[in-house]
């Protein structure tokens, strides 16, 4: 039914791709070769020279050769006495002139803020948890020395505590590794450098000893201590402090203990120990009140000095409402002296009356340090139990602080703190957290102003209400 079948096929070529491939074409080029040189220089001779005037004026030459001819030069007589007369006038004018009255010239350069330099801190003591209980600087003002210890410490203690020491014009300077270590058998409760000396200091211990170091031995820095015997402190040993004695450029030891007993200490480094020249005791009979009386005379606790001294106590002031942790003496007014204590508020006293002159609240809380400026006679500083550090100026109207320094770290009291006499604008601040900060201050609080000791006398004058 289907059969195969064979077809012839048919091709059929197309004209559109013939002509498409006729139109194309094939090029192609190539750049010419590109030549390159290598080309240097170098200078092979080099010329210096110089040239020196010489004198061709004869007058000149004659006058560096006799300068006491110089009177001869030609209309140098005739210009003096035609300026004579008005610089004469002029110099009067300024000799009777009062516009610069008090002014210093300060070359350093204007700083507006308050800032931190340095936190210093020893590692042991750290471990330890003690706290810093006293700062002081030395007499050259590089050094700065911190006493560990504990604040309000209720029972005997014997933990080992240290003095430490950092030179902070030193290039290499560590904040976390003490320049010098010296180890102490028992806390230190104060500390004040030499005045005279830098490698001197003297520190109160817990135990009631009084020991002076000399930091320049390495081996045994111990210069003199006074031991523990019936003429010494017999409780913790609250102040320490370098003071002249009668012998020209000799200084002894000025310290004062809890029990009220205040004890003056010459140095014999040849026995290796203090000796006791003159002791005071503060007895309630000598403390007025209108309040209180006492039957029995019996020893007042002593918390703080400061010299000069005034022994036995013939005057009395009105007392705060707790201890008093601090007492500074102004170094600008013999009269003038601040207190602070336990009631928060900064006491401005005067020596000639009873009542405190002005009473400025520092702090909520305790303040334990208070010191006057060294170059400013209307200002101080106050260490509070808030960690902060509040600076007062009191040529302002305000009561409210000038600067306020904190430090940082919550619930760590500012213990102590110390102005630096050779450089004014440090302030060394110590807290209970075992750090000593060392802070730059403005210009406005280490600068004198023209009118600022006449309002101190001012002030030392007026009469307490």
Request: with cysteine; net charge negative.
């Amino acid at each position: 039914m289907f059969t195969d079948e064979a077809q012839v096929s048919v091709s059929i070529q197309s004209s559109w791709r013939k002509s498409q491939q006729s139109s194309q074409e094939s090029r192609g080029c190539q750049t010419r070769a590109i030549h390159s040189t290598e080309t240097g220089v170098q200078t092979c001779s080099s010329v210096v020279s110089s040239t020196q005037t010489e004198l061709q004026d004869h007058v000149t030459t004659q006058f560096l050769q006799d300068p006491h001819n110089m009177l001869h030069l030609p209309g140098l007589n005739d210009f003096l006495r035609q300026i004579e007369a008005p610089v004469i006038r002029e110099l009067v004018r300024n000799a009777k002139s009062h516009a610069f009255d008090g002014f210093q010239v300060n070359w350093e350069e204007h700083n507006q803020m308050v800032l931190c330099l340095h936190q210093l801190q020893h590692p042991r003591a750290l471990e330890q948890d003690l706290h810093v209980t006293s700062v002081s600087w030395s007499c050259t003002g590089a050094v700065i020395a911190c006493a560990y210890g504990r604040m309000a410490e209720g029972d005997w203690s014997n933990d080992k505590s240290y003095i430490c020491t950092w030179n902070i014009d030193h290039g290499g300077l560590n904040p976390k590794q003490a320049d010098l270590v010296i180890d102490v058998p028992t806390p230190v409760t104060a500390l004040c450098c030499h005045p005279k000396h830098p490698a001197l200091m003297t520190g109160g211990l817990y135990s009631g000893e009084v020991i002076v170091w000399d930091t320049s031995q390495s081996t045994d820095p111990v210069v003199a201590q006074t031991g523990m015997s019936a003429d010494s402190h017999r409780e913790p040993v609250c102040q320490v402090t370098w003071v002249p004695l009668q012998n020209k450029g000799e200084f002894g030891v000025l310290s004062a203990c809890s029990g009220g007993r205040i004890l003056l200490w010459t140095v014999s480094a040849e026995q290796g120990k203090c000796v006791l020249k003159v002791a005071f005791a503060l007895v309630q009979q000598q403390v007025l009140s209108k309040n209180i009386s006492f039957k029995t005379p019996a020893a007042v606790p002593s918390e703080c000095l400061s010299v000069p001294l005034r022994a036995p106590a013939v005057f009395s002031f009105r007392p705060g409402s707790g201890p008093v942790h601090s007492i500074h003496c102004s170094p600008f007014h013999r009269n003038l002296f601040l207190s602070a204590g336990t009631d928060g508020l900064a006491h401005l006293h005067s020596l000639l009356q009873t009542n405190p002159l002005r009473s400025i609240r520092v702090s909520d809380t305790y303040v334990f340090k208070v010191q006057w400026s060294p170059t400013r006679p209307l200002l101080f500083a106050a260490a509070t139990g808030q960690g902060e550090v509040q600076i007062f100026d009191l040529s302002r109207r305000s009561l409210r602080p000038a600067a306020t320094i904190d430090p940082g770290g919550v619930g760590h009291a500012a213990t102590c703190l110390a102005f630096n006499c050779q450089n004014p604008g440090l302030l060394a601040v110590g807290k209970t957290n075992g750090t000593v900060g060392v802070w730059k201050l403005s210009t406005d609080l280490t600068e004198q102003i023209p009118t600022e000791s006449h309002l101190l006398e001012q002030i030392a004058n007026q009469v307490a209400e």
